[in-house]
Nanobody, 121 residues
Framework: QVQLVESGGGSVQPGGSLRLSCAAS????????MRWYRQAPGKERDLVAN???????NYADSVKGRFIISRDNAKNTVYLQMNDLRPEDTAVYYC???????????????WGQGTLVTVSS
C-alpha cells in the first residue's frame, strides 16, 4: 500500500534536538511540495514547514531559526530537523504530500501516521 511512514519522534528536555523522517513507500515519489504539520493536545493542526521539490522552504513563525525542513528526492523522503526544542513544541507531528507511482497512479493529500514529540523538563 502506498503510504507515508514517519519516524524519529520521542521525548526530550528543553533545548534538545530531534530529527523526524517521512518516507514514501512502494516506489512512490513526490514532485510537489512536502509538508510537516503538528497538532498539540486540544488544538488545531497547524502547518509547521513546507518544502518544494526544488528545495524552497517556508516556516511557521514559531519555528523559524530552530527547525529545518529538507528532502532527499532520490530517497523520496522529507526530514524535519528540530533544534532548541521548547515545551510548546510538544505535539503529534504529521507529514503530508501528494505522491505519484509509475505509471498510472496519483495519491493526493496523503498523511503520515503521526509521531509524538514531547518536550518537558
Amino acid at each position: 500500500q502506498v503510504q507515508l511512514v514517519e519516524s524519529g519522534g520521542g521525548s526530550v528536555q528543553p533545548g534538545g534536538s530531534l530529527r523526524l523522517s517521512c518516507a514514501a513507500s512502494r516506489s512512490a515519489f513526490s514532485i510537489n511540495a512536502m509538508r510537516w504539520y503538528r497538532q498539540a493536545p486540544g488544538k488545531e493542526r497547524d502547518l509547521v514547514a513546507n518544502i518544494t521539490y526544488g528545495g524552497n522552504t517556508n516556516y511557521a513563525d514559531s519555528v523559524k531559526g530552530r527547525f529545518i525542513i529538507s528532502r532527499d528526492n532520490a530517497k523520496n523522503t522529507v526530514y524535519l530537523q528540530m533544534n532548541d526544542l521548547r515545551p510548546e513544541d510538544t505535539a503529534v507531528y504529521y507529514c503530508n504530500a501528494d505522491l505519484l507511482q509509475f505509471p498510472w497512479h496519483n495519491y493526493p493529500d496523503l498523511w503520515g501516521q503521526g509521531t509524538l514529540v514531547t518536550v518537558s523538563s
